[in-house]
């Protein structure tokens, strides 16, 4: 379809391809572990130390790195704990529906404090997202995502999360209400069922990371709009169902999805955990994943990025190449070093998302 955003880049003084960032937790990271946004990668690893108390590994995001690494858009996740007894000690849990949607409000309120911040702004429009792209002056935009629908008490208040600026939402992370998710299988619930004809009708992007295999095609059945898979790696590579299987990627292909690759080593190589080495993993395992969604997809239209930094995992999960979030620049060279060439570096960089947001956003 034809829109107004412009493709083009915009004057930065670092000339630096435009990345945009499908899934990142900045409110969790200010709500349960006390990072503040603005201040740098460094200020955050001096003020936690070699090995975070909180035991989410070292800080991989600080917005200096973000305008270094020219990440002007980023899908920011609403995401909130169900009350286990492995989480003790993460701050805020949730045990009912109306505690999920406060503690879930609470992060939308952080959002629009942060764009209070001439630097900040919330994007819920197409507009919004043109604003962004073409800033001169660096600037970062937020798309607010949904992780885990429990928020949403009912399938009726969906409208209302909208309003709120709320534009995709991913039905699980583990077990919710709505979906079976990662370690979790099974179909959409009742509840799940009724939610999509409410999504779709609001106008809200359906993400399917974390979704259980079975609620994957429910959901596909249910919802006619815009999907995405915001932060999922390779199956074929990773056999785990928290990946997606070639017939996954095939099925999000067919309805123009988007795929974001995380550059984290668990999910990019089979068999790495944290005894492993951080040098290990490289680059070229994160293309090696971009690489297999293009060939099942025919072309290189349906893969971004997706990091997830900081979103359980610090900079000693990550590749070799990659010390803070502005190093997300580096895997346009490993692109390019694949033959991928520069139309299609600059897509999977950015272009891709900004496709698919200019076509799913209202006016």
Not at 52 to 58: I, L
Not at 273 to 280: F, M, Y
Not at 304 to 323: A, L
Request: aromatic share 6%; net charge negative; with cysteine.
């Amino acid at each position: 379809m034809t829109n107004s955003i412009s493709r083009s880049e915009p004057e930065t003084a670092n000339r630096k391809p435009l990345i945009v960032d499908g899934h990142q937790d900045l409110a969790w990271n200010a709500v349960a572990l006390q990072r503040d946004f603005f201040a740098s990668v460094a200020h955050k690893r001096a003020r936690e130390g070699a090995s975070p108390a909180h035991g989410e590994g070292s800080a991989l995001v600080g917005f200096p790195e973000l305008v270094a690494g020219n990440v002007r858009v980023i899908f920011a996740t609403i995401y909130v704990a169900k009350d286990r007894p492995d989480r003790k000690g993460w701050g805020k849990t949730y045990a009912t529906p109306q505690q999920a949607h406060d503690q879930a409000m609470e992060q939308v309120a952080y959002y629009s404090m942060l764009a209070m911040d001439p630097r900040v702004s919330l994007i819920t429009t197409r507009g919004d997202l043109d604003r962004v792209v073409s800033a001169r002056e660096p600037m970062i935009g937020l798309v607010l995502l949904m992780e885990g629908a429990d928020p949403i008490v009912a399938p009726d208040q969906v409208a209302e999360w909208f309003d709120a600026g709320v534009r995709i939402v991913g039905p699980a992370w583990g077990q919710t209400r709505y979906s079976g998710g990662t370690r979790a299988p099974g179909p959409l619930t009742e509840l799940g069922r009724a939610l999509m004809p409410h999504l779709e009708h609001a106008g809200m992007i359906l993400d399917t990371s974390h979704m259980a295999e079975q609620s994957f095609y429910d959901a596909l059945e249910r919802f006619g709009g815009t999907i995405i898979a915001s932060h999922s790696n390779c199956r074929a590579f990773v056999d785990t169902d928290r990946q997606l299987s070639d017939a996954m990627i095939r099925a999000l292909v067919a309805r123009g999805g988007v795929i974001g690759v995380v550059p984290y080593n668990r999910f990019l190589r089979a068999g790495w955990d944290k005894s492993a080495r951080k040098e290990a993993v490289t680059l070229a395992d994160v293309v090696r994943h971009i690489q297999h969604i293009c060939d099942l997809a025919g072309d290189a239209r349906h893969v971004g990025i997706g990091s997830d930094f900081d979103g359980g995992f610090g900079v000693e999960s990550t590749p070799r190449e990659i010390d803070t979030v502005a190093d997300l620049q580096r895997l346009g060279d490993a692109l390019s070093a694949a033959s991928f060439g520069d139309a299609e570096v600059a897509n999977i960089l950015g272009g891709n998302w900004i496709q698919l947001l200019a076509g799913a956003l209202p006016k």
